[in-house]
């Protein structure tokens, strides 16, 4: 079983703040990572699928970073919004197998 | 609408019983994935599947069985053996065994 860790386990933001947050993962047993966001009472919902040291792919005020070689992904929201409010998951997909690994997740509340 | 369906909502058990969770995609995916989920835990793999009669253990699947008779369905049972099976229950599918994974509303089962 491999460990993902994601920090902090929860943040609290007024609305217009930017905030980022952490997934940690082994770096030796990288392949892929996911992102995805989880509202409540809605199912998870993909944002990133990370493969490449150096990667950087956004979509809409949120962005995404990768560091294979330190086992890290950071996400990154500009602006938060209320709309924003949800856990944020990760997913390893390690170099061997073909199951994912998630983190525990971040919550995110935007305050109005 | 293309999209995976969970039923029921709400499951309850009682002792001794084995129970089944219905799963069915109509994305045309090839891989499905049953995970757990429990308070302060990230989601854990129960049993993945990569094409139609196969299957394969995930990190918990003691006291759990599937099949995968049809491409579109994946039904997960939770056994009698499955000793604590309180917990909500995602299925997931992906184009692939890389592709992001689409996720169902959810089972949540209890006991009674």
Known sequence: ILNVE?????????EGDSTNFTCSFPSSNFYALHWY?????KSPEALFVMTL????KKKGRISATLNTKEGYSYLYIKGSQPEDSATYLCALHPNTG?????GTGTSLTVIP | DGGITQSPKYL??????????SCEQNLNHDAMYWYRQDPGQGLRLIYYSQIVNDFQKGDI??????????????????????????AFYLCASSIDSMG?????????????
Do not use: M
Request: charge should be neutral.
């Open chain 1, 6 to 14: 994601q920090s902090p386990q929860s943040l609290h933001v007024q």
């Open chain 1, 37 to 41: 966001r989880w509202e409540t009472a």
């Open chain 1, 53 to 56: 040291n150096g990667d950087e």
């Open chain 1, 98 to 102: 073909n199951q994912f690994y998630f």
């Open chain 2, 12 to 21: 309850f058990r009682k002792e001794g019983q084995n129970v089944t969770l």
């Open chain 2, 61 to 86: 699947a003691e006291g759990y069985s599937v099949s995968r008779e049809k491409k579109e369905s994946f039904p997960l049972t939770v056994t009698s053996a499955q000793k604590n099976p309180t």
């Open chain 2, 100 to 112: 992001p994974q689409h996720f169902g509303d959810g089972t949540r089962l209890s006991i009674l």
